[in-house]
């Protein structure tokens, strides 16, 4: 069997299935004791396998069953396996220990508030500030869902918190909620000045550079021809599932929530499942995926079953099921060729209005977030690539303005539902009450009816965005 470090050597070599398969047996093997699970969780972050890694975590929380360390770290992995009901119960198990306490609060909130439970949520975050008044991620949080209990008090107290803070990883969620809360008392300077300031602690903490990510889209463009996706695609699979792409903000979120009020679909929201079955392509780059023109059918065949397989158990999934994961861009050529009847809808959204959500936004992943000039760059790449997917994949795309879902529903809804090839409910419109957890961003946003509010919200902003908006040629 081998060990951590040979399957750490197989993920460097970019043997990854092969990598998979065995850290996959040392994890599930009986009675194994002594390893480190900790690194056997990494390895199976870098291969993206979200239940392998908390199968590691669940065995070295059983080695110390009252770890508060462990616990959190098993908590937040249940969360990233969509088990967020088993997370808020195991958050409660840390809420009477006295160094774990508040965080066993504010991770309760985090998951209730998945389920709309807004109230219950608030008042968790509440609690764990009063035991530790330092917590600013339940600030955040607390300005996320804009539960104030009295605006201009919470300001004063947020500010005189981030008065008594050096430590720039507790400043970052605090100077984004501060944002929030300025952005709701009607004062755009203040919020902009704050946004700024976390996204520069950001940029402190976890410098990033921009181009790798672009240079990479524009390798996947060459992986990636029409004639490479119709000569490999599977004969069939994929009937009944449908593949949001757009960028964070954009109202991938929304769309999802409202497909899912046709009967029998299941939302499957934001995985890694796609990127787990592609494991057997080493990578998408084109010296792979050449290499990847040389697999026999039933290679192909068994990395769809794999993706269905993996959403079938995760989420009960039957045939129809939606897939928003964050980077469906990424992958919505192999997905084409795994899943020939799979259909796309790519959502697209004025991107004076994406930047400045995803610049005041903490999401974790979206390091390209922290600078404006990168978001807009970002936003760039990303709009060419999935405008090859629409040049690539034919009619098993299509595209859906937000401004147009949000001011013309009627006749937006009728065609994306037609597109996905299911039958618009009578009751659509009533999206916001659907109970299934959502896990993004917009958890608030798709709680309430829909509105075209956020519909140019970026003008708010025009003193601050305005000039660099024309520098780069978005105004």
């Not at 979200?50 to 929380?61: I, P, S, T």
């Not at 299941?266 to 494991?279: D, I």
């Amino acid at each position: 069997m081998a060990s951590l470090d040979q399957i750490a050597g197989l993920i460097q070599e970019r043997s990854l299935d092969k990598a998979a398969a065995a850290l996959a047996r040392l994890v599930q093997k009986k009675g194994r004791t002594g390893l480190d699970w900790r690194q056997a969780a990494n390895l199976a972050g870098q291969l993206g396998d979200q239940d392998l890694a908390l199968a590691a975590l669940q065995k070295w929380l059983d080695e110390a069953p009252k770890d508060p360390h462990r616990q959190i770290a098993v908590i937040n992995a249940l969360g990233a396996v969509a088990r967020h009901r088993e997370a808020a119960q195991a958050a409660r198990k840390l809420q009477g220990q006295p160094q774990a306490g508040a965080e066993g609060y504010y991770l309760e909130g985090l998951y209730q508030s998945r389920f709309g439970k807004t109230e219950q949520a608030l008042s968790l975050y509440r609690k764990a500030l009063a035991l530790a008044p330092r917590h600013t991620p339940a600030w955040e949080q607390i300005a996320l869902l804009g539960g104030y209990q009295d605006l201009s008090a919470d300001i004063v107290a947020m500010e005189d918190l981030a008065a008594s803070l050096d430590n720039p990883r507790l400043m970052i969620p605090l100077c984004y909620g501060l944002g929030r809360a300025y952005d709701a008392a009607g004062d755009y300077d203040a919020a902009f000045l704050r946004i700024q300031a976390g996204a520069q602690l950001r940029t402190q903490v976890s410098p990033f550079s921009l181009q790798p990510q672009l240079d990479y889209y524009l390798r996947l463009r060459d992986s990636f021809s029409a004639e490479r996706i119709n000569r490999l695609a599977n004969p069939a699979g994929g009937e009944g599932a449908v593949f949001v792409l757009g960028a964070p903000r954009s109202g991938t979120t929304l769309v999802e929530q409202i497909l899912t009020t046709a009967a029998g679909v299941t939302a499957s929201g934001e995985h890694m499942l796609m990127r787990v079955a592609s494991l057997p392509l080493a990578s998408m780059e084109p010296p792979d995926m050449a290499r990847a023109d040389q697999l026999a059918r039933r290679d192909w065949q068994q990395m769809a079953q794999a993706y269905l397989n993996g959403v079938g158990r995760r989420f009960k999934a039957d045939r129809r099921f939606t897939d928003k994961s964050l980077l469906n861009h990424n992958y919505a050529g192999l997905a084409a060729i795994l899943l020939p009847e799979a259909r796309f809808v790519w959502l697209r959204r004025d991107p004076r209005d994406v930047a400045w959500s995803c610049f005041r936004s903490r999401i974790s992943g979206n390091q390209w977030a922290q600078r404006l000039q990168d978001c807009i760059a970002y936003l760039g790449g990303l709009d060419a690539l999935c405008q090859h997917w629409l040049d690539v994949l034919g009619d098993r795309i299509s595209v859906l303005d937000y401004e147009t879902l949000v001011t013309e529903p009627d006749a937006s809804t009728a065609a994306l539902f037609a597109h996905a090839g299911l039958e618009r409910p009578e009751d659509w419109q009533d999206f916001h009450r659907n109970a299934s957890p959502v896990a993004t961003a917009s958890l608030a946003q798709v709680r309430k009816p829909l509105s075209s509010a956020a519909v140019g919200s970026w003008r708010r902003y025009q003193k601050h965005l305005g000039p660099l908006y024309a520098d780069t040629g978005l105004c």
